[in-house]
């Protein structure tokens, strides 16, 4: 009998710390990817999402996503809205799988924000975080400023579901020759574009994963800040080159991660594309400020480049007004580190600035405020 009770008070145990999320050896799962392997969290994310949306085109399934196009529409109009066939110049309108070719036009909040850049920008989110953005009349500028006063009045909050993903990329014009080593598209103006850079955002982690990928041949890509990825390139780092502006070695991607993405159907024009790296926290162990910059998104200030703290600075306030992303334009600098509570405070302790969940796509319906405000 003693040795049957001694198997069942076992088993409980075993079954105790398999809710625990321990293995027999007593060691602890990783129930938290995107904390403690963010490469391996990074590629994974990137597989998934770039796998060929089969929709007729060459469109991944991310390509598929709502642009800030058809998020923010021109003319947003809450009452118009109401029909079934809403009007996309007034309304938000999720396009679905159907191929379309979007606009490489060089986007209006790239100027706001003062970036000059000759590539085209364009920003994809998923199905939750475009919906999170509609159903709480996030689309449109008065829609924004009521939800400062709802939260001014401590009834709301901006928090996405944590599903929530979204894509920044970079695309530049390429030769039919080039298909080969591209991620390629054609735009709305009817030439060809290549897949240079991007940023991937996910709501994994409360103050969201980011992860930044660049092609092989982008001019200067681990210049200032190094190249770090300890899963899928080999060697994990490169260091910045004394001289910035010239090609790196392209390295070699991992076996694993090669045979990771031959398994989920990517093909061989994704070997040439490369983790720059992750951000997960404002500071290091130390308290130092971490960093991440994409060299074609963050042109001209990647050394002052932080993922985090820039989006944290995506606010809007009662008079629809938001934080600039600089921290000064002459030189350009970006803001690194924690926030500050001054950002979103008055002294007196009242709302000054709203939170927007780190993200800056309403930027598009708000006003930037110059630098150091």
């Not at 050896?25 to 391996?40: E, I, K, L, M, S």
């Not at 995506?314 to 921290?327: I, Y």
Request: net charge neutral; charged share 20%.
């Amino acid at each position: 009998m003693g040795g049957r009770r001694s198997g069942i008070i076992l088993l409980v145990i075993g079954v105790l710390v398999a809710a625990a999320g321990l293995t027999a050896w007593g060691t602890q799962r990783d129930t938290n990817p995107a904390a403690n392997q963010p490469a391996v969290f990074a590629w994974k994310t990137m597989i998934e999402i770039s796998r060929a949306a089969n929709n007729g085109s060459n469109d991944t399934i991310w390509e598929t996503w709502a642009t800030d196009d058809d998020t923010f529409p021109p003319n947003g109009n809450p009452a118009a809205c109401t029909g079934l066939r809403p009007d996309p110049k007034q309304c938000p309108v999720w396009p679905g799988l159907k191929h379309r070719s979007d606009n490489l036009q060089p986007i209006q909040k790239l100027e706001a924000l003062g970036i000059e850049t000759d590539e085209q920008e364009v920003v994809y989110r998923n199905k939750p975080t475009y919906d999170y953005i509609v159903s709480n009349n996030l689309w449109y500028r008065d829609g924004l400023i009521d939800a400062f006063l709802r939260a001014q009045a401590g009834s709301f909050e901006v928090d996405f579901p944590i599903d929530s993903i979204e894509v920044k990329a970079i695309w530049i014009p390429i030769n039919v020759r080039d298909k080969p080593r591209y991620h390629w598209n054609y735009a709305d103006d009817g030439l060809l574009y290549g897949l240079a850079a991007f940023h991937i955002m996910t709501k994994d982690l409360p103050l969201w994963f980011w992860a930044t990928f660049e092609h092989v041949d982008v001019i200067g890509r681990c210049d200032f800040i190094g190249c770090h990825d300890q899963f899928g390139a080999v060697p994990q780092r490169v260091n910045p080159n004394g001289t910035s502006g010239g090609l790196y070695p392209p390295g070699r991607l991992s076996a694993e991660l090669v045979a990771l993405m031959r398994r989920r159907g990517l093909g061989s024009e994704w070997l040439n594309y490369r983790l720059k790296g992750t951000q997960t926290q404002y500071t290091d162990a130390t308290g130092t400020p971490t960093l991440l910059g994409n060299t074609l998104l963050e042109k001209g200030f990647v050394p002052t480049a932080s993922c985090m703290t820039c989006h944290g600075r995506s606010t809007v306030n009662a008079a629809g007004q938001t934080l600039s992303v600089f921290r000064s334009r002459n030189p350009r600098a970006g803001h690194v580190g924690p926030p500050v509570r001054s950002w979103y405070y008055n002294a007196d302790g009242s709302a000054k600035f709203l939170p927007l969940d780190f993200v800056w796509a309403f930027i598009n319906v708000l006003k930037p405020l110059p630098p150091d405000q």
